[in-house]
């Protein structure tokens, strides 16, 4: 087979995945609303994807925070302006790094782990069975992953940007000296609660889509073996990262270009 | 009675490969029909079919007289309630009991209140004999008591049919005897229609009323136990019988023994 054959099937296969994810998170959530059912299902996966990802986004988010510190007071203080410490770490987090490096934590520790589980649902034919019991997969299974990614991953960016602050706040001013008033004054007034915090978290939320998105449709369509169940969880982690870091250049030339 | 099932000049492909070939068979009402075949032959293919899990590529396949592959999504959905599979991994639902993972029908497609559900499963788990396990979690099961407690899973709706797919796959001979048991007995008390696919030759015959052999994408013989015993074909008394070689040969297709040993490039 030629170089071009195997070039245009590869678009057509991707075209055709692309449709195909399209449909299923259609038929997964649009239908007739079941708030009896679908709430606690959705409470159970927000503590699944949104709760059980928390520690990683915290901890991380204090080391990002205290690095920003470290790293820009080391700028800052050769030209005398380190009092612009606070607005560097704060938009630094909440336009840039709180959404994406939580998009990126999110789709290994909560994307590889849908995908998994769904992938196995696959592979044990508990997907089959819930179709065979007139249940539908894609409204029980799919359908509270779905909103439970979307609802947690701009609260989990919220946080990590919290404690980013804060992790910079304590090299900066508990450490390093830079003045307490002017830490948080300065950053005040430069942050924008419409430009900054929110736009911040409709990126988020955007991220969020993407890689719960790619990690169910992945799951959902995995090769029920363990090769393919591997395959496919790989497949989230790399698609949602280039996914995340490709959406955010447009974001912000959207936002801030 | 008449037929449940029918099937009719179905034709179907997994990718490039054949599964059937203008296939076309009936499913009696409120018998055991055994389904027989060598691996590979679209045993579990059939099943997939009638549930309309799979749409054949030309053919029709006919539940109480519907065509599954023309019915739309609420349609299906319904007529599925209707049926019920028992898989071969069992399809246990993991994060929940055993208790809950027989409730789980009863709880999406009924309104009943709790207490009638609590009542409906406990007698479900005690005709499958696992009234006393309803509190452990799948993973704690034997293959054998997954099985059962699928089982119970699959008749707490009351279905009109079930279909096995191979229920005996693994079990030792004491669970196997209690599935034989469990699945002849349902079958006459709650005048279910069985199809039991399976390549457990002895345990099938013993419980069949009809029997279907498949192969070479194709019904190779079909009948009561004995019209099959007495059936002429090769194939299918090599597949009764297990014989290690005949019309399903021994060798896979190659290129002449000698001519490989020889050294010619493969």
Sequence with gaps: ????????????????????????LAQA????????????LLIRQLYVVGVQSMLIIIISGLFIGMVLGLQGYTILVDFGAEQALGPMVALSLLRELGPVVTALLFAGRAGSALTAEIGLMRATEQLSSLEMMAVDPLRRVIAPRFWAGVISMPLLALMFNAVGIYGGFMVGVEWLGVDDGAF????????????????GVIKSLVFAVVVTWIALFKGY?????????????????????????????????IMFG | MGNLVEIKDVYFNRGERSIYEGVSLVIPRGK??????????????????????????????LFGGQDMAKLGRSALYETRKRMSMLFQSGALFSEMSVFENVAFPLREHTKLPENIIQTIVKMKLESVGLRGAGGMAPSELSGGMARRAALARSIVLDPEMIMYDEPFAGQDPISMGMLVKLIDELNATLGLTSIVVSHDV????????????????????????????ENGSELVQQFLTGAPDGPVPFHYQAKPYHADLLGAKP
């Excluded at chain 1, 071009?4 to 449709?19: A, D, S």
């Excluded at chain 2, 679209?42 to 099943?47: S, V």
């Design chain 1, 1 to 24: 087979m030629s170089m071009f054959h195997l070039l245009g099937r590869n678009i057509l296969n991707n075209i055709q995945g692309v449709g195909q994810a399209t449909i299923m």
């Design chain 1, 29 to 40: 959530l649009i239908g007739k609303p079941q708030p009896r059912k679908m709430l606690p």
């Design chain 1, 184 to 199: 948080w004054s300065v950053m005040q007034s430069s942050v924008h609660w419409q430009d900054d915090v929110m736009n």
């Design chain 1, 221 to 253: 369509t995995a090769t029920p073996t363990s090769p393919g169940i591997s395959a496919a969880t790989t497949q989230t982690v790399v698609y949602s990262s280039l996914a995340v870091l490709g959406l955010d250049f447009v974001l912000t030339a």
């Design chain 2, 32 to 61: 055991i029909t055994g389904v027989l075949g060598p691996s590979g032959s679209g045993k579990t293919t059939l099943l997939r079919l009638i549930g309309a899990q799979l749409k054949a590529h030309r053919g029709e396949v």
């Design chain 2, 202 to 229: 002895k345990e099938v015959m013993s419980i069949s009323d009809h029997l279907i052999v498949m192969a070479n994408k194709k019904i190779v013989g079909e009948g009561t136990p004995q019209e099959l015993r």
